[in-house]
Nanobody
């Protein structure tokens, strides 16, 4: 199992920046995949940016060039630097870890952090 705690959300004007942090309760070095998803009101949860095994990094088209995912294995932490924020980035952002254990992969989620971008 792994517990995830997000922080860094808030209210920002369009064009501004925020950095989200996700601290895991165990080493993230061998986690299969870890990253960020978001859910806006009335919409499905969607992938924002994620590290996958083999050092593959995936971004949603809508955030490419504006958001950057990074990690600090020593701190068991994944970050999401969000620049040039737009009102459509407003959502609850969730940290996710996909972990192998007991013969299968399982998804773990943080509690979410609200990001609100005003126009």
């Amino acid at each position: 199992q792994v517990q995830l705690v997000e922080s860094g959300g808030g209210l920002v004007q369009a064009g501004g920046s925020l950095r989200l942090s996700c601290v895991a309760s165990r080493s993230i070095f061998s986690i299969n995949a870890m990253g960020w998803y978001r859910q806006a009101p009335g919409k499905q949860r969607e992938l924002v940016a994620v590290f996958r095994s083999g050092d593959v990094t995936i971004y949603a088209d809508s955030v490419k060039g504006r958001f950057t995912i990074s990690r600090d294995n020593a701190k068991n932490t994944v970050y999401l630097q969000m620049n040039s924020l737009k009102p459509e980035d407003t959502a609850v952002y969730y940290c996710n870890a996909n972990v192998w254990g007991h013969g299968r992969y399982s998804d773990y989620w943080g509690q979410g952090t609200q990001v609100t971008v005003s126009s």
